[in-house]
């Protein structure tokens, strides 16, 4: 029987498009501006651009006035977007402002970045006005949190769920050529040092190392997969000890309704990280089991293996599920080793 079957080649392009967020996005924008056959985002876009306007054009402490300067001559209408674009990806999760602000910050394309987070936080203030989401609080002392309010098509609402990290490669990669190359084939600017919008430089970081460990092909253990499920490394009943470190670091405590918001946070993004990983573990499987991990360098040097759901450099649950795709029975003692 004939069937017609892709290549690797075809399937990598298909997993970029619908996992990567660069492409993404532009589903979203369709969505929301495109799609907008009643006005409505039209009429919120619109309130948004006036707000950030008027908090651009007002007249603040001198140090704030020079930093919101650097807004000034920008496309106001498309910053406006762009904060919209990056409020959708909360979906139904409630995140703390400070997450919000670290993730949509780099949109800004400011230099220093503290003064694009203290900008962020100050853009999404005044742009919660327009109930596009919410900006609140469970307990007076608790922290601020997100929730998104814009309503999607069910399908970008997918593919949304599932872009948060691109899955390894299922066909060779691209051969990195450069300190800005990319081993996908759908996008090319991407530092190869980690912390780029800081660390990135031009200078030799061994390109032919990384493009040897880009090259190794993997599969994954599914009886392993079968047998042993995957488990949180943590108790989630517990709050994180980081978690209460930033709250000791600002001289405050958390109250008992934070502590179970908190906690009921953690369950929900165990829980959607958990789907995502064996979405993307069955994925893989099914598109022959074969994959190849892209790699980084830190400023030092130092390779990393990159992969959110998929790591060999993850937790112990992550490097067991990890085999080479091409193995070997081996027999015998090598003669080095045996014993006289």
Known sequence: ??????????????????????????????????????GFMEGKLNQGIELVENLINADHFPAKNLRLSQLKGTDIEHLVK???????????????LVTVIGQLGSRLGFNDRRE?????????????????FDIFKYHPMGSLMVRNNIGLDPRVEEFIERSCYLPPLVCEPRELTHNMSSAYYTHEADSLILGGSVNHHDNDICLDVLNSSNRVPLSLDTEFLSKFEEEPTFDLNTIKQETI???????????IAEQAAIIKQQKQQWDHYKKQSYYFYSLIAKQGNKYYTPHKVDKR???????????????????SMVNFAETEVVNGV?????TK
């Open 245 to 255: 470190d930033k709250y000791v670091s600002r001289g405050r405590k958390i109250g």
């Open 82 to 96: 762009e904060i919209f674009v990056g409020i959708t990806y909360l979906g139904n999760q409630e995140m703390p």
């Open 1 to 38: 029987m004939r069937q017609n079957m892709l290549s690797v080649f075809d399937l990598q392009n298909i997993n970029e498009n619908q996992f990567n967020r660069r492409h993404i996005d532009k589903y979203i924008r369709k969505d929301l501006f495109e799609a907008d056959d009643n």
């Open 116 to 132: 694009a987070y203290q900008t962020m936080g100050e853009l999404l203030a005044v742009l919660c006005i327009t109930d596009l």
């Open 334 to 338: 090598p003669e080095h080793l045996k």
């Open 301 to 319: 040097g130092r390779i990393y293996a990159q992969g959110y759901h998929i790591n060999y450099m993850g937790t112990s649950f992550k490097k």
